[in-house]
């Protein structure tokens, strides 16, 4: 291994990054750094000013950066660039946000990984290298079960004017927001899937009511039918999640894994420590 090697894993919301050196680990965090919605010099001056002045001191001989959005080979190139600026010595590999979790949670065994944060994705992994994997459609289109998914739904709910008297009470205490907000958040905002995830800690809040569990309920099944369901291993192969959403709502991951007859790997909160081992080994 190079003697500075810098790991980073970014979704939308957030970035997680790890500096080894000399057998130390050192971490920090930064806003999320996607490719869809920051071009080049948003992303050096959000890594400028919010990622550990020690990280950007070191000589750092190698970066392993996972993202959403670095599937397209432009976004992939865009990042590549970004970061070169910033280490220009440094051998920068960029890859999707899927790899990395594909890598982090399968390790070198066959197994489907998958993701559940802002954003949802789905990958076959055959112990080397993805051999299948699910279109991942954004939070327009697609990104069943995740964050942005399962707000969108809690949203339509709110705007449809469907929730309960009490859980309309909370929602409206809580956000303090109204349709023309809302709206303008969505559709005209600079980051509409990082919004509309901020609605999951209400219903992580409101756990029992019947309406919240039918939320999750119809965003987990959405998701299992969507992705799981279509892959022809997916009775053989432990299926295995990462990502926030996964983690809190694990007990509906659980059941629905038990009742569709899969075998439930791993369930982390994200997949940072499985690319360390990874990448230590």
Known sequence: ???HVLIADSGATKAEWVLLSKG???RSETPGLSPYFMNADAIQSTIHEH??????????????????????????????????????????????????ATRSLCGHEPGIACILGTGSS??????????????G?????????????LGKKLIQYFLYDLLDKELRVKFENQYKQGRAEILQAVYKGSAPSRFLASF???????????????????GFQDF?????????????????FTGSVAYVFRDWIRYLCQSHGYQLGQILPKPMPGLVRFHQK
Request: proline share 5%; charged share 20%.
């Open 1 to 3: 291994m190079s003697k």
């Open 24 to 26: 130390e680990k050192s």
């Open 200 to 218: 999951t800690p209400f219903l992580s809040a409101n756990r029992g009511h019947y309406m919240i569990e039918n939320i999750l309920e119809d």
């Open 137 to 149: 459609l954004g939070y327009a289109l697609g990104d069943e079960g995740s964050g942005s998914y």
């Open 122 to 135: 789905s990958s076959l992994y055959n112990g080397e290298k993805i051999t299948q994997q699910r279109p």
């Open 224 to 240: 299992f039918f969507h992705h799981i369901r279509r892959y022809k291993l997916a009775d053989r192969v432990p299926i295995h």
């Open 51 to 100: 990622l550990k002045p020690s990280f950007l001191k070191t000589p750092i001989s190698q970066v392993f950066f996972y993202g959403t959005g670095c599937a397209a080979r432009s976004n992939a190139l865009l990042v590549k660039k970004s970061l070169q600026s910033i280490w220009p010595k440094a051998d920068i590999q960029v890859f999707d946000d899927l790899l990395g």
